[in-house]
């Protein structure tokens, strides 16, 4: 699922390529859960933009709107396989080798935008498993976050830096007992956090993911402030690109795994493993997140540290944790190992080679 540094760089590339420009042609698929769910249709969504201008683009977190010349605007969220293409731009946070990458319309479109220039501008909302939402808001340009689904949503941590703070921290993990991981994965808490940045902020932070958020110590929640804006301000920096993320990141280095017999590990020859309780993962390195206090579940370091399979309670219910090889996790971005996965079909898919996308210049 594309995070809070995957949304802003797509928003990079709307400013670039549409804002300022007048929509031409615009054609919406029908599709009754990508805009229905959210009450809205494919033919409201034509009529919104057809003909109009677009005078902005902005996000908060997970969500991303493109403002018009006249209400009502499209708020979009891309679930777990939604993305935007612009003809001729590298807008993927990576790319693959596939000839199907290069067709347009793409495949999986649910709507298509032309611009009124010589030459135009041509862009596409793709989505093959139909987890996206697009949904009009009928309000003026500078109070769309007041409006649902903003308004129910937590603070972004790079654009709302001033919300964020300290204290605003503190108050809101202290209020909670839950997994400070979960915690983090709400969306009505903090905006934009997915899995993989979740697990590399509470790397840096050094916190186990399990550990109850109201057993966290003031030190600990300073440098979980600290690490949240180092990760996702470095990661947005860089437009989501990889391949300009620190070394020493454990999202480098996490990846790898799958490799029977061979354990990911950090540069430093720290062992990275992979928990999984509920359905979701979560990669941890043990010998840095060191349980400080009561953890949702009682998995001992040792058994972490060897790879065990182990059973836990959880709730009162017996359910498995396994610390393994990581599967392909349900709220990750997408690794560039796995990029062909986007297509939604595998059956289908053709074979690529997938890379890391260079640099967007300015």
Excluded at 24 to 53: H, L
Excluded at 104 to 120: A, G, M, S
Aim: charged fraction near 30%.
């Amino acid at each position: 699922m594309p995070e809070l540094a995957e949304v802003a760089r797509i928003v990079h590339f709307i400013r670039k390529h549409l804002v300022g420009k007048t929509l031409a042609n615009v054609q919406a698929q029908n599709d009754d859960i990508v805009y229905g769910k959210v009450g809205t249709s494919a033919a409201e969504f034509q009529k919104a933009m057809q003909g109009n201008k677009v005078i902005g683009a902005g996000q908060q977190g997970k969500y991303f709107w493109i403002t018009m010349s006249k209400p009502p605007h499209v708020v979009m969220h891309f679930g777990m396989t939604g993305w935007m293409k612009i003809r001729n731009a590298d807008t993927y946070y990576y790319r693959t080798t596939n000839a199907d990458d290069k067709e347009w319309p793409p495949k999986y479109w649910k709507f298509l935008l032309e611009t009124d220039e010589n030459p135009k501008t041509e862009a596409a909302f793709v989505d093959p498993r139909r987890l996206a939402r697009i949904r009009l808001v009928d309000c003026p340009a500078d109070e769309i976050r007041q409006y649902t689904p903003l308004k129910e949503n937590g603070p972004d941590p790079v654009t709302d830096k001033d919300i964020l703070t300290i204290e605003w921290l503190q108050d809101k993990i202290k209020s909670k007992r839950v997994p400070i991981k979960a915690l983090l994965l709400d969306q009505a808490n903090i905006s934009g956090i997915g899995n993989w940045m979740g697990d590399e902020i509470l790397y840096h932070s050094k916190i186990h993911p399990e550990q109850y958020s109201n057993t966290l110590t003031d030190e600990q929640i300073k440098q979980l402030h600290t690490s949240i804006d180092y990760v996702c301000t470095t990661s947005v920096g860089v437009l989501a690109d990889s391949e300009q993320f620190p070394e020493e990141w454990l999202f480098k280095h996490r990846w790898g795994k799958g490799k029977k017999n061979q354990p990911s590990v950090l540069p430093n020859g720290n062992k990275i493993v992979f928990l999984t309780v509920g359905g979701r993962t979560s990669a941890v390195v043990p010998s840095v997140q060191r349980k400080t206090g009561p953890v949702a579940k009682e998995i001992s370091d040792e058994d972490l540290e060897d790879n065990k399979e182990t059973k836990v309670a959880v709730n009162g219910k017996r359910k498995r944790a396994v610390v393994k090889e990581e599967e392909e996790d349900k709220d990750a971005i997408v690794a560039p190992k796995r990029a062909a996965s986007r297509r939604g079909n595998r059956s289908s898919a053709k074979a690529s080679t997938p890379r890391r996308v260079k640099k967007e210049r300015d």
